[in-house]
T-cell receptor, first 114, second 111 residues
Framework: DTGVSQNPRHKITKRGQNVTFRCDPISEHNRLYWYRQTLGQGPEFLTYFQNEAQLEKSRLLSDRFSAERPKGSFSTLEIQRTEQGDSAMYLC????????????FGQGTRLTVV | QKEVEQDPGPLSVPEGAIVSLNCTYSNSAFQYFMWYRQYSRKGPELLMYTYSSGNKEDGRFTAQVDKSSKYISLFIRDSQPSDSATYLCAISGAGSYQLTFGKGTKLSVIP
């Protein structure tokens, strides 16, 4: 499978716990994005990487959120001290290094905070 | 006013009907326009993209952009039950790395 891969697919955690999600982009794509999607809404941008550099972060990305992309390959998104409001689908996407954003999404990680 | 407005539906049509899905946007700086299809509990799948006013056709799908009215449309001809999904419009501006999505329109095609 040469698409964007996300793990785990589902995560249930207790409030206050830390969680980490992984994204493996399409291999030749330099750009990687994280989005969050809640029920009945479209995806909302969280952050963007060009290779290993994190170039843009949304104001939605509070201090409890951190993302990394070591060596410009896979990426991780960590949420510390989870809150019930963090329950959502976390989507990763990647795109080639072109002038417009033609992003291909993974299947997402569905987080439920109880 | 939200940057991208999209009627969430739901929209229900009989098989074989022509479907029209629409979005409006407020920022004239937006230059790139995309349509994604999302099945339940799956990630969005890119259907079509365009960066100019006019029509772009791909099989049963036609994307239409009117920059003067800040209005984009997706038409689906000969709709099939397998087209039942949520359709999301997404827009980005020149030099921007992020997509701004509409809420999505939930479509059901009834056999």
């Amino acid at each position: 499978d040469t698409g964007v891969s996300q793990n785990p697919r589902h995560k249930i955690t207790k409030r206050g716990q830390n969680v980490t999600f992984r994204c493996d982009p399409i291999s030749e794509h330099n750009r990687l994005y994280w989005y969050r999607q809640t029920l009945g809404q479209g995806p909302e941008f969280l952050t963007y990487f060009q290779n290993e550099a994190q170039l843009e972060k949304s104001r939605l990305l509070s201090d409890r959120f951190s993302a990394e992309r070591p060596k410009g390959s896979f990426s991780t998104l960590e949420i510390q001290r989870t809150e019930q409001g963090d329950s959502a689908m976390y989507l990763c996407a990647s795109s080639p290094d072109r002038g417009f954003t033609e992003a291909f999404f993974g299947q997402g990680t569905r987080l439920t905070v109880v | 006013q939200k940057e991208v407005e999209q009627d969430p539906g739901p929209l229900s049509v009989p098989e074989g009907a022509i479907v029209s899905l629409n979005c409006t946007y407020s920022n004239s700086a937006f230059q790139y326009f995309m349509w994604y299809r999302q099945y339940s509990r799956k990630g969005p799948e890119l259907l079509m993209y365009t960066y100019s006013s006019g029509n772009k056709e791909d099989g049963r799908f036609t994307a239409q952009v009117d920059k003067s009215s800040k209005y984009i449309s997706l038409f689906i001809r000969d709709s099939q039950p397998s087209d039942s999904a949520t359709y999301l419009c997404a827009i980005s501006g020149a030099g921007s790395y992020q997509l701004t999505f509409g809420k999505g329109t939930k479509l059901s095609v009834i056999p």
